[in-house]
C-alpha cells in the first residue's frame, strides 16, 4: 500500500508543483463549427504578454486540446515566464481534410492575433507551435501565410514544428504510405502539393525550428528537406534532432531542460523571451 501511494505521489508530482494559469477561458470559439474552439490560459495580470499557440496531433483524425501532454508541460514552462498559452482544435478526418483543417488553424491564429490585446498579449510577439499532424498544419499556414490571407491571419514571429514527417507530402505517399497518410492524403497529386509545406515554401515563410526524431526513419530527414528548401526560397528554417520517440517529444516539450532549452535559444534569436 505504501509502495503504491510513494508510485501515485511521484506520478502527481510534476504536475501539482509547476504553476497553473492565472485564468483560463475554455472553448473560446473561432468559427461556427462545435469543432473551432479554443482554451486560452492567461498567466498573473498580462501586459504586452508573447503568446504560444499550440496544435495537438493525432493523424488529422484524432486528438483534442485538453489532453495534458498537449498543453501542461508548455504552460508550465511559457506561462511562468509570462506568455499566454493557447491551446487549440480544429475540425478533424472525415469532416475535414488536412486543407480544411490547416485554415481551421490560420483562422484560430488570426483570431488569437485579432484579440490579443484584449487579454493583455501582444500579436506582434506570437509563436505557433504543434505536434505530428498538428506540426505538419503549423508547417503549412508557415510556409506562406499568404495563401491563408482570406482568414485574417497575418505574419507571426516564428514557428516551432514538433516531428512531423509530413514534409514533402508527394515524397511521403511515393515511399511506402502509412494508412494514416494514405487517409489524410488520398491519391490525387495535385492535393498532396497543396498540402506540402515543401511546395508551398516562399520566402515569405515564418522562420520555423523543425524538431525530429532521431529514433524514427522519416523525421529527421524530412526536417532537412523541408531546412534546405527554405534555404533556396531565402526562408529560415533550423533543424533540432533529439533523442526523444515520438510522444515524448510532445509530452516533454517544456519539462525536458536540454531540449526546452535548445527551442528557447531559437525563440530568443527571433526576440522572443
Not at 75 to 104: C, F, K, M
Not at 131 to 158: N, V, Y
Not at 182 to 204: E, H, I, N
Request: charged share 20%.
Amino acid at each position: 500500500m505504501i509502495r503504491q501511494l510513494i508510485l501515485i505521489w511521484m506520478l502527481v508530482l510534476p504536475g501539482a508543483l509547476c504553476a497553473g494559469p492565472d485564468r483560463v477561458l475554455r472553448d473560446v470559439a473561432y468559427g461556427p463549427n462545435p469543432a473551432q474552439r479554443m482554451d486560452v490560459y492567461l498567466p498573473p495580470a498580462p501586459t504586452k504578454a508573447p503568446i504560444l499557440v499550440m496544435l495537438h496531433g493525432g493523424g488529422w483524425r484524432f486528438g483534442d486540446k485538453g489532453a495534458p501532454a498537449v498543453w501542461q508541460g508548455k504552460q508550465a514552462h511559457w506561462g511562468a515566464r509570462g506568455y499566454i498559452v493557447v491551446s487549440v482544435n480544429t475540425r478533424l478526418l472525415p469532416e475535414a481534410d488536412p486543407l480544411a483543417q490547416a485554415r481551421d488553424l490560420a483562422r484560430a491564429v488570426a483570431h488569437v492575433q485579432a484579440r490579443a490585446a484584449r487579454w493583455g498579449g501582444d500579436a506582434g510577439r506570437l509563436v505557433l507551435m504543434g505536434h505530428s499532424a498538428g506540426a505538419h498544419l503549423a508547417m503549412l499556414i508557415s510556409a506562406d501565410p499568404k495563401d491563408f490571407a482570406e482568414t485574417g491571419l497575418r505574419p507571426w514571429r516564428a514557428t516551432v514544428a514538433l516531428d512531423s514527417a509530413a514534409v514533402d507530402v508527394a515524397a511521403l505517399m511515393a515511399d511506402r504510405p502509412r494508412r494514416l497518410h494514405r487517409a489524410a492524403f488520398g491519391d490525387d497529386p495535385a492535393f498532396w502539393r497543396a498540402t506540402s509545406p515543401v511546395a508551398q515554401l516562399s520566402r515569405r515563410a515564418v522562420p520555423a525550428l523543425v524538431v525530429c526524431s532521431t529514433k524514427r526513419r522519416l523525421s529527421c530527414p524530412a526536417a532537412q528537406s523541408y531546412a534546405r528548401a527554405a534555404g533556396a526560397v531565402g526562408a529560415r528554417a533550423t533543424v533540432l534532432p533529439v533523442a526523444l520517440r515520438h510522444g515524448p517529444i510532445n509530452s516533454e516539450m517544456g519539462r525536458a531542460a536540454d531540449y526546452t532549452g535548445a527551442v528557447d535559444r531559437f525563440l530568443r534569436a527571433q526576440g522572443l523571451p
